[in-house]
């Protein structure tokens, strides 16, 4: 008895332990910087990819609730610090840059918002985040993958560019492409 309670035991846990460790080491990976050459500045390239890990883990919290909707994480900067942090939630309600801007109260200058898909150029079931973003005076927008959504598909961070506001594009694609990319395409 005792002994087929042990092996019941040791034949359930692994495949829970295997999740929790795949998790774990997930978690734990350090985020691989895509090698570009359109930024020089050594500096400035470490941090883009700090806080678009950021955004890349406050993404997952957006799991299962945000679907169809794909999860997407944004981080709010100024100063170089994190001041508010975003995610999609259910659809209809707030996308990850609304959610973030929603709940920030410090100045809006020089805000830079770090976003893992580009911001939506459409009114859907919400406004346009692109417009959120330049009504609000976001000075730059960085993020990890265009939205291959026809409804958007680059249109986002064209209307990002011609409000003025600064768009780098491809930060971190690898890392967030390789969780956000099943998700799209649904909504
Ligand atoms: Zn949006």
Do not use: W
């Not at 009114?123 to 973003?133: E, F, K, V």
């Amino acid at each position: 008895m005792i002994q087929t309670g042990t092996e019941l035991e040791f034949g359930m846990n692994p495949a829970s332990c295997n999740r929790s460790q795949l998790n774990k080491s997930r978690k734990t990976n350090g985020f691989q910087p895509p090698l570009r050459s359109a930024l020089t500045v050594g500096e400035r390239l470490a941090s883009h990819e700090t806080f678009m890990a950021l955004a890349l883990s406050e993404s997952k919290k957006a799991l299962p609730g945000c679907l169809p909707n794909p999860p997407v994480g944004c981080v709010l900067v100024r100063d170089g610090l994190a001041v508010s942090t975003g995610y999609t939630r259910a659809p209809g309600e707030y996308h990850a840059e609304a959610d973030a801007l929603e709940k920030y109260s410090g100045p809006l200058s020089e805000l830079t918002a770090y976003v893992t898909l580009e911001p939506c150029s459409f009114h859907g079931r919400t406004p346009s985040c692109a417009d959120a973003l330049i009504a609000n005076g976001i000075k730059q927008v960085v993020v990890a993958l265009v939205d291959p959504d026809p409804r958007n598909n680059g249109q986002g961070l064209e209307k990002l560019r011609q409000a003025g506001v600064e768009v780098v594009q491809g930060i971190g694609v690898g890392e967030v492409s390789e969780f956000l990319e099943q998700y799209l395409g649904n909504s």
